[in-house]
C-alpha cells in the first residue's frame, strides 16, 4: 500500500509493503504514477518527498506477484515495460515538481531507478543501490540504461550493471548517484528541512530548470540555448519572479507563492 498525505505545500508518498521491502505490485505502480500526476496538477503542492518504510526504499517490481510472469504472444514483455515500470519512471521525471527522494534503506532493479529519477536523492547511511537486473539473467529496465550513464557515465553504469554488486550508501554519494548521506536517524529532518526550502521556493521557476535540466543531454547547444531564453520568458511572466525582483530592489527577503 502506499501512504499519502500533504502538509505545508509537501505532498509525502511513502511505500508501505515493509514486508516485501516495498517491491512494487501494478496496483501499487498505478497509485504511485496517480500521486505524482496529482502533484502536478495541484497548485498547493510545491515539493514531492518519496520514501519507504521498514529496511527497504523499494526491492523493485514485484515478481513474486506476477509482475515477471513470461510472455504468452510476442510483444507481451516490451509492452508491460512500457505500460509500466518505463511510465512509472517517466511520471517521476516529468512531474512538474521537485521529487526528493528519501532512501531509507535498499533501493534495488526498479526501485533504484525510482530513486535516481528524482531532482535530490538522500540517503541514510544503511541504504544501498542494486543492480539487481544481471542476478537474474535479465536486461536492466525502467530506465535504467537511459539515467545511469548520465548521472554517473557509461564505464561507472557498466560496472554497475554488469556486477550487480551493492553499492553502499557513501560509494553511491562518491560516484554521485545521490546529494547527501545522513545518519539514519537523521533522516526524516534532513528529508523535512529541504522539503520545507524547495515549498517556499518560487514553483514555476523551479519546473522549468527541472524541464532545462532534464532535457539539456539531449539536445544540442544552440537547442538548449533557445530552450533556456523561452523558459526565462515565460518565467518573467509569474508573480513570483516579480516578488523576487522587487524584494531584491527593496532589499529584502522574497516571499515566494507558488504563482
Same mark, same amino acid.
Given at each position: ?86 511510465? $512509472? +519512471?517517466? =511520471?517521476? /521525471? &516529468? ?6 527522494? !528519501?532512501?531509507?534503506?535498499? @533501493? ?103 524541464? $532545462? +535540466?532534464? =532535457?539539456? /543531454? &539531449? ?6 540555448? !533557445?530552450?533556456?531564453?523561452? @523558459? ?28
Amino acid at each position: 500500500m502506499v501512504q499519502h498525505t500533504t502538509d505545508n505545500h509537501v505532498s509525502r508518498i511513502t511505500l508501505n509493503r515493509p514486508e516485501a521491502l516495498n517491491a512494487l505490485t501494478p496496483d501499487l505502480r498505478e497509485r504511485l504514477i496517480q500521486l505524482l500526476s496529482d502533484a502536478s496538477a495541484d497548485p498547493t503542492v510545491r515539493a514531492v518527498v518519496l520514501t519507504g518504510t521498514g529496511r527497504g526504499f523499494c526491492a523493485g517490481a514485484d515478481l513474486r506477484g506476477g509482475a515477471g510472469a513470461g510472455p504468452r504472444v510476442a510483444g507481451d514483455v516490451s509492452r508491460t515495460l512500457r505500460l509500466g515500470a518505463q511510465r $512509472l +519512471v517517466a =511520471a517521476v /521525471l &516529468d512531474c512538474e515538481k521537485p521529487v526528493i527522494a !528519501a532512501v531509507n534503506g535498499t @533501493a534495488a532493479g526498479l526501485g533504484a531507478h525510482l530513486a535516481l529519477a528524482c531532482d535530490l536523492v538522500l540517503a541514510a547511511e544503511s541504504a544501498r543501490f542494486i543492480e539487481v537486473f544481471v542476478r537474474r539473467g535479465l536486461v536492466p529496465d525502467g530506465g535504467g540504461a537511459y539515467l545511469l550513464p548520465r548521472l554517473i557515465g557509461p564505464h561507472r553504469a557498466k560496472e554497475l550493471m554488469f556486477f550487480g554488486d551493492a553499492l553502499t550508501a557513501a560509494d553511491a554519494a562518491r560516484l554521485g548517484l545521490v546529494n547527501r548521506v545522513v545518519p539514519d536517524a537523521d533522516l526524516t529532518d534532513t528529508t523535512h528541512d529541504w522539503a520545507t526550502r524547495l515549498a517556499t521556493a518560487p514553483t514555476r521557476a523551479l519546473t522549468l530548470t527541472k524541464q $532545462l +535540466v532534464n =532535457a539539456s /543531454l &539531449d539536445t544540442d547547444r544552440a537547442t538548449a540555448f !533557445a530552450a533556456e531564453a523561452a @523558459a526565462q520568458e515565460i518565467n518573467m511572466t509569474t508573480a513570483d519572479a516579480h516578488e523576487g525582483l522587487t524584494a531584491f530592489a527593496e532589499r529584502r527577503s522574497p516571499h515566494f507563492e507558488g504563482r
